[in-house]
């Protein structure tokens, strides 16, 4: 079992940055991705950004530039620097991982972006 505790989400103005931290407990050791997702009001949950054990990253494309996500091991985080952004940046943001083949969520974050 993993736990994930999301943090850092608010509100901000278009243009401006948010930094949010997500701390996994648990059974750590098994993780091997971790990373972010997020969901708009009435859109389906997508994906942000994702980091691997390697180190290797991945971003949508929406967020290409803007976004830069790094992990901790040794204080077991996962954070995402969120620059530059825009209205459309609005919704709800949940810190993921897989270990052992199972999928785990955390509760989720608001960042709210206003023009």
């Known amino acids: 079992q993993v736990q994930l505790v999301e943090s850092g989400g608010g509100l901000v103005q278009a243009g401006g940055s948010l930094r949010l931290s997500c701390a996994a407990s648990g059974s750590i050791g098994s993780i091997n991705i971790m990373g972010w997702f997020r969901q708009a009001p009435g859109k389906q949950r997508e994906l942000v950004a994702t980091?691997?054990?390697?180190?290797?990253?991945d971003y949508a494309d929406s967020v290409k530039g803007r976004f830069t996500i790094s992990r901790d091991k040794a204080k077991n985080t996962v954070d995402l620097q969120m620059n530059s952004l825009k209205p459309e940046d609005t919704a709800l943001y949940y810190c993921?991982?897989?270990?052992?083949?199972?999928?785990?969520w955390g509760r989720g974050t608001h960042v709210t972006v206003s023009s």
């Open positions: 993921y991982t897989n270990a052992r083949m199972r999928d785990y």
């Open positions: 980091i691997v054990s390697g180190g290797s990253t």
